[in-house]
């Protein structure tokens, strides 16, 4: 499974990648909107979206290519470790 995560804190992007390697996700993660955020978005399974710590922008932007590529949303006021835990924990059992 391939996730998009848009948001969160920069200094997490480490722990990010690890919680999403302990179920077996490759993850790309995005705290900072780029000049071509929408080209390295791709296609993945899934996009979290960490809306506390994210601009407007960037959750237009990953909404607008989760529509295209119809890959699943899903949007989480905390940034924590223990949230992102959770939503993977929730993808797997669905």
Known sequence: MS???VGGHDRMVCQYKKICK?????AKVFTQMSADLKKQLGSPDLFVLFTNTVS????????DEAKRTRARVVR?????GAALSEILENCHKS
């Open 56 to 63: 407007h922008k960037m959750v237009k932007c990953a909404l």
């Open 3 to 5: 996730i998009v995560i």
């Open 22 to 26: 302990k179920y077996n996700c490759k």
């Open 76 to 80: 989480s006021h905390s940034s924590s």
